[in-house]
């Protein structure tokens, strides 16, 4: 997590204890799931209440407990959507937690594997973040 802002009155750019303790929590969500696109173009996705459903485009069907499965209202499960996804997950909990201090840029990198990082990056002024 990369955050960009002004110097504020309190000798701070962000608390960065708060943006560690946000994205830990986002990142806590995730950990030891199985992530299932549910906008997904190639697979068929079905929440079965106690079952996650997953057919592929070929017909190969898999079933996961719905307690092992997030959700996540992206197309794919690319580091480049899941950048993307933390990033608007993680602004949306600044903002709040923040009380709309003021950020020039926020950036959200996932990696897939060392030297794989994909990044999802925000700029805005004062009244669009």
Do not use: M, N, W
């Not at 955050?3 to 830990?24: I, T």
């Amino acid at each position: 997590v990369r955050v960009e802002a002004a110097l504020g009155p309190d000798g701070y750019v962000l608390d960065f204890g708060v943006v560690k303790r946000l994205a830990k929590a986002l990142c806590e969500e995730l950990d030891e799931r199985v992530v299932v696109p549910e906008l997904s173009d190639c697979l068929t996705v079905r929440d079965e209440g106690e079952a996650v459903s997953v057919t592929t485009e070929t017909g190969d069907h898999f079933a996961f407990p719905r307690a092992d499965v997030r959700l996540l209202p992206i197309v794919h499960s690319s580091a480049e959507e899941l950048a993307a996804y933390l990033l608007e997950r993680l602004r949306r909990a600044l903002t709040a937690e923040t009380g709309g201090r003021s950020l020039l840029a926020l950036e959200v990198g996932v990696a897939e594997a060392p030297g794989q990082v994909a990044y999802c990056r925000l700029t805005c002024d004062a009244t669009s973040f």
